[in-house]
């Protein structure tokens, strides 16, 4: 019967199996949380450095069409 | 590497990838079963290589390998050395060290398991990450399960140095796998938390791992997307950059630009002690009390691996921002206490060695030091002089005498009570342990150098 307890309680309470350390259920729940901010965050990004290289390449296209041949 | 001399190290036993042994004085790792898969992936896709050139990975070579098992032989660092006993910027370079390992290998589908401090070692001056087994394949979605070990180890020391006080890196001692952060956010002031990443990655993170410790409902929600994880690795990053040190002043950091000593002296000084560490024929040296690191800086010139201690964390700070400039390789600063030096730490005392533990020295460098130690710190000199000879063979020692300005100066608010301070008693409790092989004046300071070895 003790046996059966631990089972049951064994398959119910399962979790993830992590590597040797514990990321703290706080801190694990607090990166999904923030993780969507610092996703945006690092897309916006992306997409401003795109927008950038685009406009220095372009301005550099120009420039080397203006030499004087 | 089945061999009867194998030793494993008693701090090599949380990871189940792997332990490092040693055999015959020379560091090995053997990698379990488990492992390998994940070990060929980072030989094959050249990750182990690209972090080897970058200078950012201790190199290993393979000399033993199996199905079941592979033994690698990563390269001999010079001195072990431990967060607490390293400056703000050195614990700020580890820092970027590790955070840099967890970008490259992020954009190679891959993630750092742990992120300890005690993973990275200074060598050649530079932060280098020791553990080859600290990494595993990135899981889509799942978020990095060394982040709260990472704040811990890293961004809340930074944090209580640089918004409160700089020798609160000690708190590492107490706290083996870094400093709490509901600890850390108690005792910063609220300006720390001005910065939006310390507010992010210290207080709310603290507030939330109080909140859920333990919980099992948010564990089916788990989701983070690549480019959240990359967001998060920038915003840890900032956080990092949101410390820094203010300018301060202490007591010993302008000890020598003061003029409390002649030119002459040090000149004097200078060329004694290069004779006498000539004269010594050594590999290694421990300066202790290194102040500027003018002495250390002899001894590295005369090639030899030099570890420089100060008890003043400014007198490291300005050492180790020096020889980050100027490139002198082999010089290794830390803040270290010859009356209180660093103990044994961890699970049985054994994850962590002492001070001593990490001796002998080929030659210790004891300048104008025994007189903080004997009249500041109330040490009989035959404790000084046995516990000096367990930590090097040789020894180079400044005796300050009592008429010497800086002792009356030590002795003027309080009572003598140091009737067994002189030059005589001082041989005398020397020679117990040590064989006085040169001594010589340095320059008309009153003070005597001397050179003993070990009996």
Redesign the interface.
């Given at each position: 019967m003790v046996q059966l307890t631990i089972l049951i309680i064994t398959l119910v309470f399962v979790s993830d199996v992590w590597g040797y350390l514990d990321p703290g259920t706080g801190s694990y729940f607090f990166q999904i949380l923030i993780g969507v901010l610092a996703g945006i965050g690092f897309s916006l990004k992306l997409f401003w450095k795109k927008i950038i290289t685009f406009i220095t390449s372009n301005s550099k296209r120009n420039c080397s069409d203006e030499k004087p041949e | 590497m089945k061999n009867r001399n194998n030793i494993r190290l008693p701090s090599s036993f949380?990871?189940?990838s792997g332990y490092v042994f040693m055999t015959d004085s020379v560091i090995f790792r053997e990698i379990h079963e488990s492992y390998i898969p994940i070990f060929n992936h980072l030989q094959s896709t050249g990750i182990y290589s690209k972090l080897f050139d970058l200078k950012l990975l201790c190199p290993h070579e393979i000399v033993e390998a199996s199905d079941k098992t592979i033994t690698i032989q990563p390269e001999k660092i010079p001195f072990i050395s431990y967060p607490y006993e390293w400056c703000f910027s050195q614990l700020r370079d580890a820092a970027k060290c590790t955070l840099e390992i967890q970008k490259l290998l992020l954009c190679n589908e891959m993630c750092l398991?742990?992120a300890s401090a005690y993973n990275i070692q200074f060598v050649n001056g530079k932060p280098l990450f020791i553990d080859s087994l600290s990494f595993?394949r990135f899981i889509p979605g799942q978020?990095?399960?060394?982040?709260?070990?990472f704040?811990r180890h890293f961004i809340a020391p930074l944090a209580l140095m640089s918004y409160t006080h700089v020798n609160l890196h000690k708190l590492l001692i107490g706290f083996i796998d870094g400093i709490p952060l509901d600890l850390a956010v108690s005792i910063l002031p609220l300006r720390a938390f001005l910065r939006p990443s310390l507010f992010?990655h210290l207080y709310?993170?603290s507030k939330?791992?109080?909140?859920?410790?333990?919980?099992?409902t948010?564990?089916s929600?788990?989701?983070?997307?690549r480019?959240?994880?990359?967001?998060?690795l920038?915003?840890i990053c900032s956080a990092v950059d949101a410390c820094r040190l203010r300018p301060a002043k202490s007591l010993w950091s302008s000890y020598y630009s003061s003029g409390t000593h002649s030119d002459a002296y040090l000149l004097s000084k200078e060329k004694i002690v290069s004779d006498f560490v000539t004269y010594a024929d050594v590999d290694t040296v421990w300066d202790l009390g290194t102040n500027t690191g003018r002495f250390a800086k002899l001894c590295a010139e005369l090639g030899l691996n030099t570890v420089a201690f100060d008890s003043d964390f400014l007198c490291v700070e300005n050492l180790y921002k020096d020889l980050t400039l100027s490139g002198k390789p082999n010089i290794l600063p830390l803040v270290g206490d010859v009356a209180n030096p660093s103990p044994s730490l961890g699970f049985n005392n054994q994850e962590r060695d002492s001070l001593t533990q990490r001796g002998p020295t080929g030659l210790v460098l004891a300048l104008a030091l025994i007189h903080h130690i004997a009249i500041g710190n109330n040490v009989p000199l035959n404790m000084i002089s046995s516990y000096l000879a367990r930590l090097g063979k040789w020894l180079i020692l400044e005796f300050v005498p009592k008429d010497d300005p800086q002792v009356k100066e030590m002795l003027s608010i309080r009572k003598d009570i140091f009737t067994e301070y002189s030059r005589e008693c001082f041989i005398e409790s020397f020679q117990k342990d040590f064989m006085i092989h040169k001594e010589a004046d340095a320059g008309n300071s009153g003070r005597t150098i001397f050179l003993m070895e070990k009996r």
């Amino acid at each position: 019967m003790v046996q059966l307890t631990i089972l049951i309680i064994t398959l119910v309470f399962v979790s993830d199996v992590w590597g040797y350390l514990d990321p703290g259920t706080g801190s694990y729940f607090f990166q999904i949380l923030i993780g969507v901010l610092a996703g945006i965050g690092f897309s916006l990004k992306l997409f401003w450095k795109k927008i950038i290289t685009f406009i220095t390449s372009n301005s550099k296209r120009n420039c080397s069409d203006e030499k004087p041949e | 590497m089945k061999n009867r001399n194998n030793i494993r190290l008693p701090s090599s036993f949380r990871d189940p990838s792997g332990y490092v042994f040693m055999t015959d004085s020379v560091i090995f790792r053997e990698i379990h079963e488990s492992y390998i898969p994940i070990f060929n992936h980072l030989q094959s896709t050249g990750i182990y290589s690209k972090l080897f050139d970058l200078k950012l990975l201790c190199p290993h070579e393979i000399v033993e390998a199996s199905d079941k098992t592979i033994t690698i032989q990563p390269e001999k660092i010079p001195f072990i050395s431990y967060p607490y006993e390293w400056c703000f910027s050195q614990l700020r370079d580890a820092a970027k060290c590790t955070l840099e390992i967890q970008k490259l290998l992020l954009c190679n589908e891959m993630c750092l398991k742990d992120a300890s401090a005690y993973n990275i070692q200074f060598v050649n001056g530079k932060p280098l990450f020791i553990d080859s087994l600290s990494f595993e394949r990135f899981i889509p979605g799942q978020p990095w399960a060394a982040y709260h070990q990472f704040c811990r180890h890293f961004i809340a020391p930074l944090a209580l140095m640089s918004y409160t006080h700089v020798n609160l890196h000690k708190l590492l001692i107490g706290f083996i796998d870094g400093i709490p952060l509901d600890l850390a956010v108690s005792i910063l002031p609220l300006r720390a938390f001005l910065r939006p990443s310390l507010f992010l990655h210290l207080y709310l993170h603290s507030k939330f791992s109080l909140r859920y410790w333990g919980s099992k409902t948010m564990q089916s929600s788990k989701n983070i997307s690549r480019n959240a994880s990359f967001g998060l690795l920038d915003s840890i990053c900032s956080a990092v950059d949101a410390c820094r040190l203010r300018p301060a002043k202490s007591l010993w950091s302008s000890y020598y630009s003061s003029g409390t000593h002649s030119d002459a002296y040090l000149l004097s000084k200078e060329k004694i002690v290069s004779d006498f560490v000539t004269y010594a024929d050594v590999d290694t040296v421990w300066d202790l009390g290194t102040n500027t690191g003018r002495f250390a800086k002899l001894c590295a010139e005369l090639g030899l691996n030099t570890v420089a201690f100060d008890s003043d964390f400014l007198c490291v700070e300005n050492l180790y921002k020096d020889l980050t400039l100027s490139g002198k390789p082999n010089i290794l600063p830390l803040v270290g206490d010859v009356a209180n030096p660093s103990p044994s730490l961890g699970f049985n005392n054994q994850e962590r060695d002492s001070l001593t533990q990490r001796g002998p020295t080929g030659l210790v460098l004891a300048l104008a030091l025994i007189h903080h130690i004997a009249i500041g710190n109330n040490v009989p000199l035959n404790m000084i002089s046995s516990y000096l000879a367990r930590l090097g063979k040789w020894l180079i020692l400044e005796f300050v005498p009592k008429d010497d300005p800086q002792v009356k100066e030590m002795l003027s608010i309080r009572k003598d009570i140091f009737t067994e301070y002189s030059r005589e008693c001082f041989i005398e409790s020397f020679q117990k342990d040590f064989m006085i092989h040169k001594e010589a004046d340095a320059g008309n300071s009153g003070r005597t150098i001397f050179l003993m070895e070990k009996r």
